[in-house]
């Protein structure tokens, strides 16, 4: 019988399924965070997924959720014990994947930048840089040895635009795009500019500046990651690698592990 791993990366903004056969990922699939929908509601949601791929409850092996949501961290918890017989596996910095914390106490550090650390360190064995690009921009940094250095916290580039969307009654929503210049001659383009080219001239400046203070680390490879990557980080001169599936391969080892 066919085993394979499910694994729910949940955001504030998007909770991204994944379903793994072993190293494989057969499939992935993306929804709207909603904190009112029950366990019945969501396994509705993954059963019919899972159904779309010929697959059955049985066919689950591991289920693991790596979640900033704490409401849901609970709703999906019910739902592996009610539906597949399963404890779920729930990231967190008490797990234990080899990872190192400079503070006593790292319980704070969201289960994302775990599991983005983790799945770095494991795919890339070396020192990394990575940027993740969701409901806020994260950049972190950890050493090939599993040393979580640290990282900053930024308003995500689609939340800020929504929130200068609000503000500014004159600027209404555009459709995001690469900007072809610098200075755009209409606001379309102008705004484009400004939320395109202004998170990566922060990016890279970002990383050029971790890079300097931490250059001991060296080699250092820097990745990037989440729905909007691609195209903040086309041209930027820092970014050696964009992974769309990093979170949802870490959940993946982690299972296997």
């Known amino acids: 019988m066919v085993k394979i791993n499910l694994v729910a990366d949940i955001g504030n903004t998007h909770v991204v399924i994944g379903i793994y056969q072993d190293d494989n990922l057969l499939h ?11 366990e019945d509601e969501y396994f509705s949601i993954l059963s019919n997924l899972l159904r779309e791929h010929n697959l059955k409850l049985e066919n689950i092996n591991n289920f693991a959720v790596s979640s ?9 918890r019910h739902l592996s014990r009610k539906y597949f017989k399963l404890k779920a596996i729930s990231v967190d910095s008490y797990l234990k994947l080899g990872l190192q914390f400079p503070i006593p106490d790292p319980s704070f550090i969201g289960a994302d930048l775990i599991v ?17 690009f969701g409901t806020a921009t994260t ?22 635009a929504n929130q ?16 072809k210049h610098l200075l755009g001659t ?18 890279d400046g970002f990383i050029r500046e971790i890079k300097a203070e931490y250059k001991h680390l060296n080699p250092i490879k820097v990745i990037a990651t989440g729905g909007i ?15 769309k599936t990093l979170t949802l391969d870490g959940l993946n080892l982690i299972c296997n592990k």
């Not at 699939?29 to 029950?38: G, I």
């Not at 983005?116 to 993740?132: E, G, L, S």
């Not at 200068?164 to 900007?179: D, G, M, V, Y």
């Not at 930027?236 to 992974?243: G, L, T, W």
């Open 28 to 38: 992935s699939f993306r929804m709207k965070t909603d904190h009112e929908k029950t």
């Open 186 to 203: 209409n606001t379309a383009d102008a705004l484009c500019s400004g939320i395109i080219n202004g998170n990566r001239f922060m990016l």
């Open 164 to 179: 200068l969307f609000h503000t500014a009654s004159k600027l209404s929503h555009i459709q995001l795009e690469t900007p």
């Open 229 to 243: 990557a691609d195209m903040i980080c086309k041209e930027s001169s820092q970014i050696d690698f964009v992974d």
């Open 139 to 160: 950049i972190q940094l950890v050493g090939s040895d599993g040393y979580f250095y640290g990282t900053m916290i930024a308003p995500g580039v689609l939340t800020s």
């Open 116 to 132: 983005n650390a983790f799945a770095a360190r494991a795919k890339y064995h070396q020192a990394t840089i990575i940027c993740d």
């Open 68 to 76: 900033v949501v704490p409401t849901l961290s609970r709703t999906f």
